[in-house]
Antibody
């Protein structure tokens, strides 16, 4: 059973960089065939796809966030990470990591709330 | 960009009711559509993919239909554990994914 777990600071100051890591267990990122994604949900709102990375390092980002987002992978640790720069209060959200079977998200982490506040 | 809308935004229903939720895409997406269920404080769970394929382990009371721009999720007999918010997601514009705004199913 594949499991994903987000980790990282729950509080980030405005203008700083949000950094989260997703640790995958029960399956190897290196096995290929899946796209490892970040998705966020603003409080009480819907879901916004942020971007994904393939085990090879290929990435694709939501154009609305592209200028501030970097997703990277560490296959030796079976982890992938999100960095979102120049954050504002509008980036306060629950951040999920998820596995995409190309088009659909079949496994999700439990989510982690990140609050942007001074 | 492909925009997704859902109706209704909320529905009140009783256990045993048949519930239908509609999702509409701003342009044709063939059958590239998924449905997710989200309970408070939990991550979304994949129910249906490719518009009508049931994800492994999901009860058969859930079904999906549609293609092009109009899609439906049907719960044939609502159970207590089905009270949740449901989201559609389009995958036609892969690798750019978008979700609908959600439909909350609560107890009448």
């Amino acid at each position: 059973q594949v499991q994903l777990q987000e980790s990282g600071p729950g509080l980030v100051k405005p203008s700083q960089t949000l950094s989260l890591t997703c640790t995958v267990s029960g399956g190897s990122i290196s096995s290929g065939g899946y796209y490892w994604s970040w998705i966020r949900q603003h409080p009480g709102k819907g879901l916004e796809w942020i971007g994904y990375i393939y085990y090879s390092g290929s990435t694709y980002y939501n154009p609305s966030l592209k200028s501030r987002v970097t997703i990277s992978v560490d296959t030796s640790k079976n982890q992938f990470s999100l960095k979102l720069s120049s954050v504002t209060a509008a980036d306060t959200a629950v951040y999920y990591c998820a596995r995409a079977q190309v088009h659909y998200f079949d496994y999700w982490g439990q989510g982690t709330l990140v609050t942007v506040s001074s | 960009d492909i925009q997704m809308t859902q109706s209704p935004s909320s529905v009140s229903a009783s256990v045993g009711d048949r519930v239908t939720i509609t999702c509409r895409a701003s342009q044709g997406i063939s059958s590239w559509l998924a449905w997710y269920q989200q309970k408070p404080g939990k991550a979304p769970k994949l129910l249906i993919y490719a518009a009508s394929s049931l994800q492994s382990g999901v009860p058969s009371r859930f079904s999906g239909s549609g293609s092009g721009t109009d899609f439906t999720l049907t719960i044939s007999s609502l159970q207590p554990e089905d009270f949740a918010t449901y989201y559609c997601q389009q995958a036609n514009s892969f690798p750019l994914f978008t979700f609908g705004p959600g439909t909350k199913v609560d107890i009448k």
